[in-house]
């Protein structure tokens, strides 16, 4: 065929294909293959395997404009080099997102959502686009787009979740839970790797030695994650869930695939070489004849511990190198305490630490020292797994065996009983190798709840669990993976008070993770209790956007919240009101704002982030924050 037509006819058709795609818009989608043409990423990534056409409709004349996403990024950019305004961005974006009548534009999103079919038309979270526009904006798109009706409007800020009833009265809608449950593909963690890919089906992984140099497809998230060179997982993630943080901390691919042990390619990859990446829009993978590669090398990270501090310590006194002593999250805590001195937040009232000192002490006496030592002298694999963790457990189960200094249990006790009413504690663990910038060590220690006075919940037990746990299994591997030195890791502990009347729990990270180098929070929440890293199975957290208000911001006395999934125990709508979202992104801001100024690594003040984790408690719904540490992406 390609020799009949010549040069000429080739030459043809390339230049007809080259014009296509070259195109900066189109005034009507007649088909499929015109979106695919036009289509880009879309400018908040909040949903995996989605592709997005922006669009413009000019209000003068009543023209719309389907652009070309590998031209423009924003709708800014389109209008001022093809429609000619003449405008600045700052002047452009007060305008076109306000509900003004005058205004020139009408701006939008028309999404694809692949896996789904669907297409979808959103507006920006911060566009107070009136009723009558929305409804002209729909019907310009229904009668220039080829999908016609079947395009739906997206309900995904607060502002159009509170007027949705009188909205789907003219439009039809969609709602974000709708979106988010029936999307089959999550990217986790975005990176390439190498690797033999293995299908598991247990549920509990730390039954079964893995390499790393293997790629897993299971089915629910492991409560740790083992040393592998990839994940795809079947149950959707949070992104903080230990398997995100995890990920993302060790620079592996993961990815959610609600269809990985039905799809039968994939299937017929299972035992074999393959490449692995993960990407917005999807995963990649194939058959590879590279062997899987070896990890590039961690930076070893070094600890600093100081162990001549042997006094219980109450969270006002906590001095400076406290993370010397009694470890990151106490730490941690301190500036917490310190800031919400100035702010509408709580912490957890009687507070104190109990620092490394301690604990080194009680290792002493128990003989676990010289047991590591002798782990130790092993290089990475060479113990076998099964020996490695039975010497573990062992370890632990001297720490627990051996009684608890009885002066210690003592003073323990007295602190309760002269910080306040509360009996009910939590003793948290406090490691100088957690909660670091290059690595978070998430979800490898233990937290227990002790009660003073209470047999069931012995004070000394809550202890020596928090203590055993620095020689678990996971935490030992977690550390060898990234270089730690197992002698120089210390466990202090912080107490406060426990909360049994928690109304809603969840976490907060300080950048926008769907727009690079943007402002904005990512929030998860939940009810009660109920976990927010550790969802149990078929449970949903509520996950937004929020904005806090800047300088020279877009309608800066609107709640800007960009809705990505509700929690389904809580009747699809979300569990904070407009106003404890805002208190949460102005107090997540200051704290934010403190952390950067003392932190020399970070680029640019957007893309830096904390992660944080909240409390509403009692019949007043207060706020408490309960633990900061930097979040490496």
């Known amino acids: 065929m390609f020799r009949q037509l010549g040069f000429y006819g080739l030459f043809c058709l390339l230049f007809v294909f080259t014009s296509l795609h070259s195109q900066p818009y189109l005034s009507s989608l007649k088909s499929a293959n015109d979106f695919k043409r036009l289509e880009g990423a879309p400018l908040v990534d909040k949903y995996g395997g989605v592709t997005s056409v922006k669009l413009v409709y000019d209000t003068r004349d009543g023209k719309i404009y389907y652009t070309n996403g590998q031209q423009f990024v924003l709708h800014y950019n389109f209008c001022q080099e093809v429609l000619r305004y003449d405008s600045d961005l700052y002047t452009f974006n007060q305008i076109n ?101 293995r299908f598991v089906d247990e549920s509990d992984l730390s039954k079964t030695q893995f390499s790393d140099q293997e790629i897993l497809v299971i089915k629910e998230a492991p409560l740790l994650l083992p040393p592998v060179a990839g994940i795809m997982v079947e149950a959707f993630q949070t ?232 020689w678990s299994y996971d935490a030992f591997l977690e550390r060898r993976y990234f270089g730690i030195d197992q002698r120089a890791v210390f466990m202090g502990v912080l107490v406060h008070r426990s909360f049994p009347d928690e109304i809603a729990n969840g976490v907060v990270i300080s950048k926008n993770l769907y727009r690079e180098n943007y402002y904005g929070f990512v929030v998860n929440a939940q009810l009660g209790d109920e976990p927010v890293v550790r969802p149990k199975p078929g449970q949903v957290t509520d996950q937004f956007i929020c904005y806090p208000p800047i300088d020279g911001e877009v309608n800066p006395s609107m709640n800007k919240v960009d809705i990505i999934a509700f929690s389904n125990l809580n009747q699809n709508r979300l569990i904070l009101s407009e106003k404890e979202i805002q208190l949460l992104a102005k107090e997540t801001e200051r704290i934010k704002s403190y952390f950067y100024r003392r932190n020399p690594r970070s680029k640019t003040y957007a893309d830096y982030a904390i992660d944080l984790e909240f409390k509403l408690v009692g019949d007043k719904r207060q706020l408490y924050i309960k633990q900061v540490r930097p979040y490496n992406d």
């Open 97 to 197: 997102y306000s509900g003004d009548k005058q205004r020139s534009f009408l701006l939008a999103n028309l999404n694809y959502f692949e896996s789904l079919g669907w297409y979808v038309l959103e507006i920006s979270a911060v566009d107070l686009m009136s009723l009558k526009q929305i409804k002209l904006l729909y019907e310009a798109v229904s009668r220039s787009c080829f999908a016609g009706q079947k395009v739906r409007f997206l309900l995904g800020s607060l502002r159009l979740q509170q007027e949705k009833k009188l909205i789907a009265l003219y439009v039809p809608v969609i709602e974000p839970f709708e979106v988010y449950g029936n999307l089959s593909y999550q990217a986790i963690s975005k990176q390439k790797a190498y690797g033999r890919l």
């Open 239 to 470: 992104p903080l869930s230990h398997l995100s943080i995890l990920g993302q901390n060790r620079r592996i691919p993961v990815c959610a695939n609600k269809q990985a042990f039905a799809d039968v390619n994939l299937k017929k990859l299972n035992g074999k070489w393959v490449s692995y990446e993960v990407t917005q829009s999807g995963f990649k993978i194939k058959e590879s004849t590279q062997p899987g590669q070896k990890k590039a090398s961690l930076a070893n990270i070094q600890l600093k511990s100081d162990l001549r501090v042997d006094s219980l310590i109450n969270i006002e006194r906590l001095g400076k190198n406290v993370s010397y002593y009694a470890g990151n999250k106490a730490a941690n805590f301190a500036t917490l305490f310190q800031l919400s001195k100035r702010a509408a937040f709580k912490i957890p009232e009687s507070a104190f630490v109990i620092p490394f000192y301690f604990s080194d002490q009680h290792f002493k006496r128990c003989g676990v020292y010289e047991r590591i030592d002798s782990l130790v002298q092993f290089s990475a694999g060479s113990l076998p797994d099964s020996i490695l963790r039975k010497k573990l457990a062992k370890i632990r189960k001297l720490i627990l065996a051996t009684p608890l200094d009885s002066m210690l249990l003592k003073k323990v006790e007295s602190r309760i009983l002269a910080l306040g009413p509360y009996r009910r504690m939590r003793f948290r663990s406090s490691t100088n190798a957690e909660d670091a910038n290059g690595f978070s060590g998430a979800g490898v220690y233990t937290s227990e709840t002790g009660e003073h006075g209470n047999p069931k919940r012995p004070i000394e037990r809550a202890i020596k669990e928090v203590w055993a746990s620095l």
